[in-house]
């Protein structure tokens, strides 16, 4: 689900906010319930279509999910690099009692571009990878085709995860739980059962910014190309054993063993993706991470701090390229950036079927937040959460004159 569907007003609307922040004087300690700043968190959600305005009612975290019809969320708070709070709210599947917590794991959507990102980051760090060279060089079982656009400019790993590449299919389909899922071949080219048409470029290589999961997608066969890996276990071993990421995985489908799974909700919270619970992913890069909210603060916490000392997940200078807009994207090397230096922040939205998930972060307060929710009209959760922690946690929000709908 590419576009934000909202069934109280009957039409297609845009998720346009930005939110940049500066954090308070507050030392940063684990916290607890007493905490009176998590007292104003849980509470102080404000109906986004009300923000703003007098007569808008505070309400709970549980009352929000109620009103959106949104099972359950999972979050991590971030300050100062550190995790201070993270809790589940709801449950996995409704009508059950099955709490969610901080380890239950997700689908989050396009959050995996961020996560791909960092992947092909620490392969250029280990020198097996160039950002600027011709894609082609490295893919093996498939090539980039040639046309009248590559004749102008090659396609790179640094157009790719900008989105500046050029290549067409916006995003996936999920597949059901009784539907064959493609291999990746099949999902460039396009092949039964595939459920689009062939991945290809539009237009010149850098010549323009076009979200692109079709792009992220030739990503993720290079990386299986070069590391003679399946890009679930490249994933594995250069990000999640790395950040001691336990729950995360692009296995798809998820099996069923996997235990403390967040079940898949469509708009108005009924169990979807029946009998099963959950939809899959084979565009792994692009939308296919399942993770938990303690995972993915890991995730965030590793890009806060990366460059800062001499064991970072990232080098200073790599990590300075992946926070630095590309010309002509709203991207950097995968997150979406805005501001600059004091007031830059990386951030990227998820959407699948039935699920939607925010992560955020400031890498010069070393602040950022994580939100999993389990249902399609999630992205009003993590909208309101995310501001209520900005109320309860003293950021100050800063808008940037570029910023536009997020891209999932």
């Known amino acids: ?29 684990a916290l607890t319930n007493d905490d009176p700043r998590i007292e104003v968190f849980e509470t102080g959600l404000i109906d ?32 100062k690099g550190k995790v201070i709070w993270s809790k589940g709210y709801g449950t996995r599947l409704n009508g059950s009692n099955l709490p969610i917590n901080s380890q239950t794991v997700f689908s989050v959507g396009s959050v995996s571009k961020m996560v791909n990102a960092a992947l092909i980051l620490r392969l250029v760090s280990e020198g097996k990878l160039d950002l600027d060279k011709d894609v082609n060089i490295y893919l093996k079982s498939w090539k980039v085709p040639k046309n009248i656009f590559t004749n102008q400019n090659k396609v790179t790993l ?23 899922l493609p291999s990746t071949i099949e999902t460039l080219m396009g092949i039964s059962p595939a459920k689009h048409k062939a991945v290809r470029l539009q237009f010149v290589p850098g010549e323009r910014m076009a979200y692109s999961g079709g792009g992220i997608t030739v990503s993720q066969l290079l990386v299986e190309d ?26 798809n489908p998820l099996p069923s063993n996997y235990g403390n799974i967040a079940r898949a909700h469509d708009e108005f919270g009924k169990p979807a993706a029946l009998p099963r619970g959950w939809e899959s992913m084979p565009e ?30 990232l080098s200073n200078s790599i990590v300075e390229d992946m926070m630095t807009r590309v010309s002509k ?27 939607r998930a925010w992560i955020e972060g400031h890498p ?21 959460v995310r501001k209520s922690a900005e109320d ?5 929000v800063k808008s940037d004159g570029g910023f536009e709908e997020p891209d999932f």
């Not at 290549?167 to 739980?177: K, V």
């Not at 399946?230 to 790395?242: L, M, N, Q």
């Not at 792994?284 to 997940?313: R, V």
Request: glycine content about 10%; charged content about 20%.
């Open 158 to 180: 640094r157009a790719i995860l900008s989105h500046t590449a050029g290549f067409s299919q916006h995003g996936f389909r999920d597949f059901q739980p009784h539907e064959k």
């Open 329 to 355: 994207s709203w991207h950097g090397l995968g997150p979406r950036l805005n501001g600059e230096e004091k007031t830059r922040v990386f951030h990227h939205g998820g959407a699948n079927d039935s699920y």
């Open 392 to 396: 309860a946690f003293g950021w100050v």
């Open 226 to 251: 070069v590391t003679g890996l399946s890009y679930e276990e490249a994933a594995s071993k250069y990000v999640f054993e790395p950040l001691g990421m336990t729950r995360s995985t692009f296995v």
């Open 284 to 313: 792994m890069a692009a939308s296919g991470l399942w993770t938990s909210a303690n995972d993915l603060a890991a995730f965030n916490i590793a890009l806060l701090t990366s460059g800062k000392t001499e064991t970072s997940f």
């Open 364 to 384: 010069y307060s070393g602040n950022g937040i994580v939100v999993l929710t389990n249902g399609t009209d999630g992205h009003w959760i993590h909208s309101e």
């Open 48 to 79: 986004r279509m009300k923000r703003g305005k007098k007569e808008a009612k505070k309400w709970s975290i549980e009352q929000r999910l109620t009103a959106h019809e949104v099972p359950g969320v999972s979050i991590a708070i971030i300050e």
């Open 1 to 29: 689900m590419l576009i934000m569907y909202r069934k109280k007003f009957k039409k297609y609307i845009p998720l346009t906010f930005v939110l940049l922040f500066i954090p308070n004087t507050a030392v940063s300690n």
